[in-house]
């Protein structure tokens, strides 16, 4: 973030978050995704061999990520829309301004 702001970069981070603090995860969930968040379907199936009580709450966590990462979808859609839409605002009165000289 230094490197950006140094170099007048405008940015924002934006996550989405599917688990709450009083959700209880399966033991093992760090094994499941790669070192890039993708998930691991080998080593899920392996899990639920070992233990297939961890199945309910895998299940449980593919839906709240799943809707998590449709809200975060829907966010990130509306923002581009606004932040173009302030665009051409700008470029609009720039036009006028030009126009009026």
Do not use: H
């Amino acid at each position: 973030t230094t490197l950006f702001r140094s170099r007048g970069v405008a940015f924002v981070a934006i996550r989405a978050i599917s688990d709450t603090s009083t959700d209880e995860l399966p033991a093992g969930m760090e094994t499941l995704v790669d070192e890039f968040g993708r998930a691991k379907a080998g080593a899920a199936l392996w899990m639920v061999l070992k233990r297939p009580w961890a199945l309910r709450g895998l299940m449980k966590l593919g839906r709240e990520s799943k809707d998590a990462a449709e809200k975060l979808a829907d966010f990130v859609k509306g923002l581009i829309e606004q932040i173009a839409m302030q665009n051409e605002a700008l470029a609009k009165s720039d036009l006028l301004g030009i126009a009026a000289r």
